[in-house]
Every structure is written in C-alpha cells, then in structure tokens.
C-alpha cells in the first residue's frame, strides 16, 4: 500500500495562493488515482479534487473549481494541490488521498470511505 506525506501548509491571505504537495512512497505509485479533501473544525472531511494516473480531466468539488488544480508527476511520486484566491472557509486540515482506481469511475469517488490510504493531513489557514 502506498504511504503518504502531505507538507505546504500554513497561513495564506484571502485571495493569495499556496501549493499543497503530497509526497507518495512505493513503487505502484501510477496506479493510484490520487485524491484531496479537507475537514475544518467540526465539520466532516469532504472532498476537494481527484486525479487519475494520466492527469486527464480531474474532478473537482463545485465550490474550488476555477481556482484550485490538482496535479501529478508520476515520476517524482508527486501529487499537488496548487491552491488560488483561496478564501477563509477554505481553512481546514487538507489531507492527501490514494486509491487504486485508473479511470473514469473515479468521479464517483468522492467519500472519504472509498479512499484506501490517507497522509497525516496539513493545516491550511486563510486569512480575511
């Protein structure tokens, strides 16, 4: 299984940017889509963006699409989630996410009890 280490996190002002990036370990890498979601004080952990192996249309969460990309370098074991004009309600623990799913079933996956592995998550707060 496929371990995960998420780093980038900190304090952002509204309307800046910051890229989030989640370091994969194992040599299955490209065959995990790749996943991120967010959990705030309180609130459920909910789903941000996903990424097949071939970075082909990636999915997104209505409320960040046209300001958050997710990308992967499959070579580097790499995910990223660069993050613009974020906002305060963006703030929450952002986690990175791996499942073994190749295609484009994986717009169906967008609860966090279908993801397999998950890194340790990494505090984004945005600042008004």
């Known amino acids: 299984q496929v371990q995960l280490v998420e780093s980038g996190g900190g304090l952002v002002q509204d309307g800046g940017s910051l890229r989030l990036s989640c370091a994969a370990s194992?040599?299955?890498?490209?065959?995990?889509?790749m996943g991120w979601f967010r959990q705030a004080p309180g609130k459920e952990r909910e789903f941000v963006a996903s990424?097949?192996?071939?970075?082909?249309?990636?999915n997104y969460a209505d409320s960040v699409k046209g300001r958050f990309t997710i990308s992967r370098e499959n070579a580097k074991n790499m995910c990223y989630l660069q993050m613009n004009s974020p906002k305060p309600e963006n703030t929450a623990v952002y986690y990175c996410a791996a499942v073994p799913v190749q295609y484009y079933s994986i717009y169906l996956y967008t609860q966090e009890r279908q993801w397999d592995a998950w890194g340790q998550g990494t505090q984004v707060t945005v600042s008004s």
């Open positions: 194992g040599r299955t890498f490209s065959s995990y889509a």
């Open positions: 990424i097949i192996r071939s970075g082909d249309n990636p």
